[in-house]
């Protein structure tokens, strides 16, 4: 079975310094997509990034990048210039790109980010 | 587009009751699922549809019901509350298929069981 684990419960970043977050994941299947999800207190699920498993560039979005290491089923997710705005639970997931059940995501426990000014 | 919607924002049970939280999406999405969120669990699958008339189990499907009767509308149904079911809960939609890259979700129901 899939699994995907965040090691990091919580992470503290200053204003304007660059964060990392990891995630990895356990699977035997080479068609997938990985996502980073942000929850800020307000509950509702944003997604901040997509990886399709198929390509090998990291995807960017702004402030956003990942390094994805395929090989290693490793997906870190970069946060540059923190703004406190950016300060939530971050949710790394993975799904399978397949129909049926083995198309439904899979979340970490999530982390928790602290930004300070 | 509303986008997924899911009503009541916030409910109150006492432990035997049961309920039903509704969701709806106006995305003509096939694929609609239930998760349940607790401190420090992640989401966690409770049932999901790939279309109207299949529904099939998550992870944690048991002391829930579901149906899909539209394409628009995927109710969680509470047959007899719990204490362990007080959670929040989110419903979420996509396409089907290679074409449905990004799950949507609704803005999620605060549900405490007493």
């Known amino acids: 079975a899939q699994t995907v684990t965040q090691s990091q419960p919580e992470m503290s970043v200053q204003e304007a310094e660059t964060v990392t977050l990891s995630c990895t994941y356990d699977?035997?299947?080479?068609?997938?997509?990985l996502f980073w999800y942000k929850q800020p207190p307000s509950r509702q699920m944003i997604l901040v990034i997509r990886q399709e498993a198929y390509k090998q560039q990291n995807a960017t979005e702004n402030r956003f990048s990942v390094n994805f290491q395929k090989a290693a089923k490793s997906f870190s997710l970069k946060i540059s210039d923190s703004q406190l705005g950016d300060a939530a639970m971050y949710f790394c997931a993975y799904r399978l790109n397949y129909g049926g059940s083995q198309g439904n995501l899979i979340f970490g426990k999530g982390t928790k980010l602290s930004v300070k000014p | 587009n509303a986008g997924v919607t899911q009503t009541p924002k916030f409910q109150v049970l006492k432990t035997g009751q049961s309920m039903t939280l509704q969701c709806a999406q106006d995305m003509n999405h096939e694929y609609m699922s239930w998760y349940r969120q607790d401190p420090g669990m992640g989401l966690r699958l409770i049932h999901y549809?790939?279309?109207?008339?299949?529904?099939d189990q998550g992870e944690v499907p048991n002391g829930y019901n579901v149906s899909r009767s539209t394409t628009e509308d995927f109710p969680l149904r509470l047959l007899s509350a719990a204490p362990s079911q007080t959670s929040v809960y989110f419903c979420?939609?996509?396409?089907?298929?290679?074409?449905?890259?990004?799950?949507?979700f609704g803005p999620g129901t605060r549900l405490t069981v007493t």
């Open positions: 979420a939609s996509r396409l089907s298929g290679t074409g449905g890259r990004e799950q949507y």
């Open positions: 549809s790939v279309g109207a008339g299949i529904t």
């Open positions: 699977t035997s299947e080479s068609d997938y997509y």
